[in-house]
């Protein structure tokens, strides 16, 4: 069965220091990854996505993320991470020839000064 | 991409009342996603249109839900009767093309309180 796994419920890191959160899935097809993020009040906004090639992308706000295939795993970073990062990440997986994206828990950053 | 608009924002209402939430404008391919969020339960696929037909609405109760798309630039999600377990952030979403790779565009939500 398609999912994935989001194991860090919350983080929490001191603004300027560095930021990985975890996304496992499991998929049998290639998999286009999907970050979003989750501001308090507001919808979900794409971060960075990977269909092919280069497999570490970039993407908005000074994020990247890297997908190993052999780890099945497409972990989310950002060098120095910075109060307003605080929010909600979720992980996802486009399944089913794009009728179905499946989402991870989410996984709630939180930044101390 | 084009912004997509839900409304109402919020809304609070009493158990029982018909609560009818809307979705535009929908662009592109004429996917539409209904998603609920719950502290609890997380995001939750409720159902998918392409065309303005059903494809999956298997994650709706059937019994209360109704979700349609009146024409091609707006959807509906019915609740009616509303109960206090109905209260979550309700999602719209369509796909980003090319739609094979599932990329979904969220609008801001509705939130609903039902008292």
């Known amino acids: 069965a398609q999912s994935v796994t989001q194991p860090d419920i919350h983080i929490t890191v001191s603004e300027g220091a560095s930021l990985e959160l975890r996304c496992n899935y499991s998929?049998?097809?290639?998999?286009?990854l999907f970050w979003y993020v989750q501001s308090p009040g507001q919808g979900l906004q794409l971060l960075l996505k990977?269909?092919?090639?280069?497999?570490l992308v970039q993407g908005i706000k000074g994020f990247e993320a890297e997908f190993k295939r052999s780890q099945s795993s497409f972990n989310l970073r950002k060098p120095s991470v910075h109060w307003s990062d605080a929010a909600e990440y979720f992980c996802?997986?486009?399944?089913?020839?794009?009728?179905?994206?499946?989402f991870g828990a989410g996984t709630r950053l939180f930044v101390k000064a | 991409d084009a912004r997509v608009t839900q409304t109402p924002r919020d809304k609070v209402t009493e158990m029982g009342q018909e609560v009818t939430m809307r979705c535009q404008p929908i662009?592109?391919?004429?996917?539409v996603f209904w998603y609920r969020q719950t502290m609890m339960q997380g995001l939750e696929l409720l159902a998918y249109?392409?065309?303005?037909?059903?494809?999956?609405d298997s994650g709706m109760p059937k019994d209360r839900f109704s979700a349609e798309m009146p024409d091609a630039t707006l959807a509906t999600l019915k609740i009616q009767p509303s109960e206090p377990r109905d209260s979550a952030v309700y999602f719209c979403?369509?796909?980003?093309?090319?739609?094979?790779?599932?990329?979904?565009?969220f609008g801001e939500g509705s939130r609903l309180t039902v008292l």
């Open positions: 996802a997986v486009g399944a089913s020839g794009g009728f179905k994206t499946i």
């Open positions: 998929y049998g097809a290639t998999p286009y």
């Open positions: 990977y269909f092919s090639g280069d497999t």
């Open positions: 662009l592109g391919h004429n996917t």
């Open positions: 249109f392409r065309n303005r037909a059903p494809l999956d």
């Open positions: 979403a369509r796909k980003v093309p090319p739609v094979r790779t599932g990329e979904l565009f």
